[in-house]
Structures are given as structure tokens and as C-alpha cells.
């Protein structure tokens, strides 16, 4: 009896936390079409006079540029690096492998504001604060664990025994390389672009301290516009960035399953 | 020949990732250097005073207490409501599971500025939830749910509970289900089997979020500033105001590493307790 109350209270439970979890993504979709002027709930009207809004401001436009830019070349060199990361610490055995692993996995969980501190302050002695290259690098250092273990994770699932056989019909390394390994690679690579590159596009704490005047990545931009501004123009923007991250939650889930490469 | 030749493939293929790393550890080194610097740049002194400075303020001090009481509150939010939706993950059977577990996940790739955003739309004086009250009649006029530590525990604890759901299902699906129907055919109870076994063998999993969840709430500036503001003035804060307003680097150099030693405590506190739960 007891035992089947038990799963009751639990779905319930659950359903209280989707609910939590999708409040506050779904909520903007309908402000972002409100012709009210402040950022209300529920939203009066239907206009999409903050989307144009957003089209004729040329700072978002050219933020997003930016972004975009960053978040390719960034995505671009992760994946390589990451490739040949993921390839020694998943394929071999040497000492210092794991103090390796854990080293590149330090972006995801050192204190954001430590680390973006931080990143300035080094890129200021090499000259390279609110530079083009020094946020280039400071993204490749961010979105290169997720590289690392979207790789790895399919890596792991390629048995060795098809490289043994490959290599004993014959195979040179490089050969082995683009032949066999790369076509077998090819979702957990392709998850790891768009991970890679979403993470990238949302960036926040580190941006904001190795952006300024003329060089502001997107989320600097949607910041800088509700310290002075509070219309439904950040909703209608949000309602693009999610669109986006819908695309990429689906393609991943499809290339690979999101629940794999996170865990 | 053979080991000394994949010796030096490996340290190939780990040059690039090891030189990008070497990026951070020279940023960290960088800050560690500064903050015992008397005022960078301009007067290179090596001092200590930056640190006896920020013992020394108040206001400082009390960003600090905010810091480590926001941390704590939104790790253990988290690991109340995280470990029955990482069960349910794990051991549920249902058609759910698998929205679900995409629900939870899916949020890591929507940007914290467009989650914030949504929380305002919630809670803000024109908000969904003031909307809500005063259509029922529960009140007559908005209340104040922005600018309080609750709202910024609100927001962080939407933005880091995937982090530590992950991490504690990660831990219960390794967990033997045998184990379990042992203890319950040797006349353990359901709740006894969970509290003696399943409790146990999960809080390695549990640690590594709080681990996680805490140093990425400190170090979290858009939500206290946004959800907060000016009401909740956590380190994070004051480090972006020493470096980029009053731009006192060395101010700012000595906060973070206080920032950082403060999650590196808690870790070390974290796994030394699970070290000595785990030998019982």
C-alpha cells in the first residue's frame, strides 16, 4: 500500500520542478510580443514593435556579430585541441593522466567572478584587455572542457579493437585517423561544436571583463541595455536566444542524447 | 622504442589543451601576485596590507558573511530538491523519464541573462506572481519580491539544481539494485534499506554538486546584481565594482583570492566529511 503512494508524492514532486524550470524560460515568449511599454506580466496587447526595436538598434546587431564570430573561431580551435586532448587521456594510460583531466575541467567549476577577474588582469600585462584575441582565448579556455568531454564520451564507446584491426590490415596512424576514427567520431564531435558554441554565445562574467566600448559580445549588450532601459526589448531578445538553444538542445539530443554527453 | 615513441605522441596531443590551461594558471598566479602587490600598477610593494584592508571593512566583511550564507542556503536548496528529481531520474520507471531528464538538462544551454530575464517577467512588481495574488485578492497591491537575498537564492538555485540533479543521479545509477533487495529480504525495511544504504553510497554524488553548486554561486554576479538590486550585495559585487568602477586591482586581486579560498575550504570541509562517512 505504502509502496504505491510512495511514487504519487514523488511524480508530484517532479512535476513541481519542471514546472520551476520551464517558469521563467517560458514566461518571456508572451512579454516579448507585449506592446505595453515596462516588462509586466500579464502582457497587454500584441505588437512586435520591441522586435523591431531590437533590428533597428544598431549596438545588437553588431554585438551579435561579434558573438557569433567569437563563438565560431572559439568553437573551431576547442574542437581541434579538444580532439587531441580527448584522444591521449582517453586512448592512454600515463602518469599525471587524471591531475591532466581535472586540470582542463577547472573553467566549469572555478568561481566565474575569480576567474574572469583573473583573466583580465593576465590579459592587461600582455596587452590583450578588451582586445579582439584576448576574449578569443579566454572563450577557447571556457568552451574546451565541454570539447574534451563531448569527445571523450564518444570516444569511450569506440572500441579499441576497431583501431587494432585497422591498424593490423595496414593502416598508417594517419590514415587510421581520418578513415576510421574521424567518421566514427563525427556526433560527439558535432555535439561538442554546438555545445561549444552555445556556450560561447552565452558567456556572461568573463565577457564583462574583457569586453569595452566597441568590443561587447551580445549577453554584455542585453545587460548594458536594462541598466537604463526596462521594455520588453530584453524579452524579445531572449525569445531569439532560446530559439536558438532549442535548436541545439534538439540536435544534440538527436547527434548523441544531451543525458550522455553531460553525464 | 615503442613507449618512447607514444611518450611523445601523448605529449603532443596534450600540448595545445596544456598550453590554453597554462592561460589560466598564469591568470590565477597573476591575481595571487597582485593582491599582495601594495597597488597595481603604481606602487609594487609586496604588503599584506590589501588583506589586512579588507578585514578592515566593514562592508566588505559583510559582503563576505552574504557571500558564504547565499552559498550555503542555495547548496542545500539544491540537494533537498535535486536528490528526489536525480531518484526519480534513476529509478522511476515511467515514459517520462527521458522528458524529464531533458527538461532538467535543457536549461544549461538557455543563457543565465535570458533565465533572469524570466524571473523578472516572475517576480517583478508587475510581475506574474503580483498578477496572480491580486486577481485572486489575496492582496490588494504588489509585493516587494524583487531586491531580497530569497529572490537571488530563487534565480541561482534555477540556474545550478541541473548541476547537482546530474550529479547525484550520475552517483544513484551506479548503486547495485541487488544491495537493496538484500537488505530488504534480510527484513530491512524500505526506509531503513534507504537511510542504511542507499543514503550512504549517494552522498559521494551529493558531494560533488555542493562542490560545484557552491563555488558557482559565489562566483555568480549577474543574478545578485540583477535580482538583488543593490539589496544583496555578495563578493562578486564588490570585486566587479574594485576592478572595473574604483579600479583598484589590487583591492579587487585580494577579494578574489578570499572568494576562492572560501570555495576551497568548503571543498576540503566537503570531502573530508565524506572521507570520514564513507570509512563508518
Known amino acids: 500500500m505504502r509502496s504505491r503512494a ?58 551579435a556579430r561579434l558573438s557569433v564570430t567569437v563563438a565560431i573561431l572559439a568553437t ?7 580532439l587531441l586532448a580527448a584522444y591521449a587521456l582517453f586512448r592512454f594510460d ?21 576567474l574572469a577577474l583573473s583573466l583580465a588582469m593576465v590579459m592587461s600585462t600582455a596587452g590583450l584587455l578588451r582586445d579582439f584575441w584576448g576574449l578569443l582565448i579566454a ?15 564518444s570516444l569511450r564507446e569506440i572500441s579499441i579493437a576497431i583501431e587494432d584491426a585497422a591498424l593490423t590490415l595496414g593502416a598508417r596512424p594517419a590514415q587510421l585517423f581520418w578513415y576510421v576514427m574521424l567518421p566514427l567520431l563525427r556526433p560527439g564531435i558535432a555535439a561538442g561544436a554546438i555545445f561549444s558554441f552555445i556556450i560561447s554565445m552565452d558567456e556572461f562574467t568573463v565577457s564583462l571583463f574583457l569586453t569595452g566600448p566597441g568590443l561587447t559580445t551580445l549577453p554584455i549588450e542585453i545587460f548594458n541595455y536594462a541598466e537604463f532601459n526596462s521594455d520588453p526589448t530584453i524579452a524579445s531578445i531572449s525569445v531569439i536566444l532560446i530559439l536558438i538553444s532549442c535548436i541545439a538542445v534538439a540536435t544534440i539530443e538527436r547527434l548523441m542524447g544531451l543525458r550522455r554527453v553531460l553525464s | ?76 536548496i539544491c540537494v533537498v530538491l535535486g536528490y528526489p528529481v536525480a531518484w526519480f531520474l534513476v529509478k522511476r520507471d515511467t515514459r517520462f523519464r527521458n522528458a524529464v531528464f531533458l527538461i532538467v538538462l535543457a536549461p544549461l544551454l538557455v543563457s543565465i541573462v535570458v533565465r533572469t530575464v524570466g524571473w523578472i517577467i516572475i517576480l517583478g512588481n508587475e510581475g506574474l506572481v503580483n498578477a496572480l495574488l491580486i486577481s485572486l485578492g489575496v492582496i490588494d497591491s504588489s509585493l516587494q519580491l524583487m531586491r531580497s537575498f530569497w529572490t537571488v537564492v530563487v534565480g541561482l538555485v534555477h540556474v545550478l539544481l541541473p548541476f547537482m540533479i546530474l550529479s547525484i543521479a550520475s552517483v544513484l545509477s551506479k548503486i547495485d539494485d541487488d544491495v537493496i533487495e538484500a537488505a530488504m529480504l534480510l527484513g530491512a525495511r524500505p526506509a531503513t534499506a534507504f537511510l542504511k544504504i542507499t543514503l550512504p553510497m549517494s552522498m559521494q554524488g551529493v558531494a560533488a554538486g555542493s562542490i560545484i553548486v557552491f563555488a558557482l554561486t559565489i562566483g555568480t554576479y549577474l543574478t545578485p546584481i540583477w ?34 579560498i572560501m570555495a576551497l575550504v568548503f571543498m576540503a570541509i566537503f570531502l573530508a566529511s565524506i572521507r570520514r562517512m564513507t570509512r563508518r
Do not use: C
Open chain 2, 227 to 260: 535580482l538583488g538590486r543593490g539589496n544583496v550585495n555578495v563578493l562578486a559585487i564588490s570585486i566587479h565594482e574594485q576592478a572595473l568602477i574604483s579600479v583598484e586591482w589590487s583591492a579587487a586581486a585580494t577579494s578574489a583570492v578570499l572568494l576562492t
Open chain 2, 1 to 76: 622504442m615503442r613507449t618512447v615513441r607514444s611518450k611523445l605522441l601523448i605529449a603532443l596531443l596534450l600540448a595545445p589543451a596544456v598550453l590554453i590551461s597554462m592561460v589560466m594558471i598564469a591568470a590565477i598566479a597573476t591575481t595571487l601576485g597582485i593582491s599582495f602587490l601594495r597597488q597595481f600598477p603604481g606602487d609594487l610593494q609586496v604588503t599584506l596590507a590589501n588583506y589586512i584592508a579588507f578585514l578592515s571593512q566593514p562592508f566588505l566583511l559583510k559582503a563576505a558573511y552574504q557571500t558564504m550564507a547565499l552559498g550555503l542556503v542555495v547548496t542545500a
Open chain 1, 94 to 114: 600515463f602518469w599525471g593522466r587524471s591531475a591532466l583531466e581535472a586540470l582542463f575541467m577547472t573553467p566549469l567549476v572555478f568561481p566565474a567572478i575569480a
Open chain 1, 76 to 82: 573551431a580551435i576547442s574542437l581541434i585541441v579538444g
Open chain 1, 6 to 63: 510512495r511514487p504519487r508524492y514523488l511524480d508530484a514532486f517532479v512535476a513541481a520542478i519542471v514546472v520551476f524550470l520551464l517558469a521563467p524560460i517560458v514566461v518571456v515568449l508572451p512579454s516579448a510580443f507585449s506592446s505595453d511599454v515596462a516588462l509586466s506580466f500579464p502582457p497587454q496587447g500584441f505588437s512586435t514593435r520591441w522586435f523591431e526595436n531590437l533590428l533597428s538598434r544598431g549596438e545588437f546587431l553588431s554585438a
Open chain 1, 139 to 153: 572563450h577557447v579556455l571556457i568552451t574546451m572542457p565541454y570539447a574534451i568531454r563531448t569527445i571523450g564520451a
